[in-house]
């Protein structure tokens, strides 16, 4: 990969440094949506993997960890060149640009909390779904605007945007539980599973203070965003297969 200057990335922000990007690899919480994904994914068992926003690529490395062959898409340069070390090949490019077309089709494409940064999350992915396999799948993730946090937010007139979370200040597209389903119609895929992720609540209390009690509180924490994904879920993460094709099965 070609070392360019830093360019603004379709996953959110120009990052100058790598110490200076927001994103949080969160594998260590058993219950986050990275934690998710890893599971959904399964045994790559040497199948093909687009890691779509691979960012420091960091996910990448749990993916190729598990046997996929990874190759991952970054518009931020700086993150780019730090993503090509955990990837078979990483792309450059902004995904609000010309997409590139791939040789060799893919078995499954993850797309870890980033659509929601895009101008047009669908046609991002209907255009990359073109070198999706007819049985293959997609993993999802992105965050649930209609949770428990924001409504009390609006219940006081607010609606601030931070610098990661729910309101990040670079996403450009916000889905409830419902309209994630829509998009994904929209775009031309069944969902054959979605749960919710609940508020990382290990980025939030101080390590000091997580303990016994604090873990089943976490789990608790969890268990409410699956039962009540549409008011306690903090991002919702899908898999999801082309209509009318055949279900993805994860190796064994």
Partial sequence: MTSTPPTQSAAGGTHRSVADSPYQFKKSDAYSSHSVILRLAGNGAGRRLLDVGAAHGYLAAELRGQGFQVTGIEA??????????????????DLDGPLPKFAEPFDLMVFGDVLEHLKDPGAVLRELARSLKDEGAVIISLPNVANIYVRVQLLFGRFDYQDRGILDRTHMRFFTRKTFRQFMS????????????????????????????????????????RQWQTLFGYQFVAVARKAGKKSFHAAA
């Fill in 186 to 225: 929209d775009a031309g895929f069944t969902v054959e599973t979605l749960t919710a992720t609940p508020i990382p609540l290990p980025l939030v209390v101080p390590q000091q203070f997580q303990g016994v009690v604090f873990g089943a509180l976490h789990a608790m924490n969890a268990w409410l965003a």
């Fill in 76 to 93: 931020d340069g700086v993150l780019a060149e730090e993503a090509a070390k955990h990837c078979d090949e990483c792309l450059l490019l």
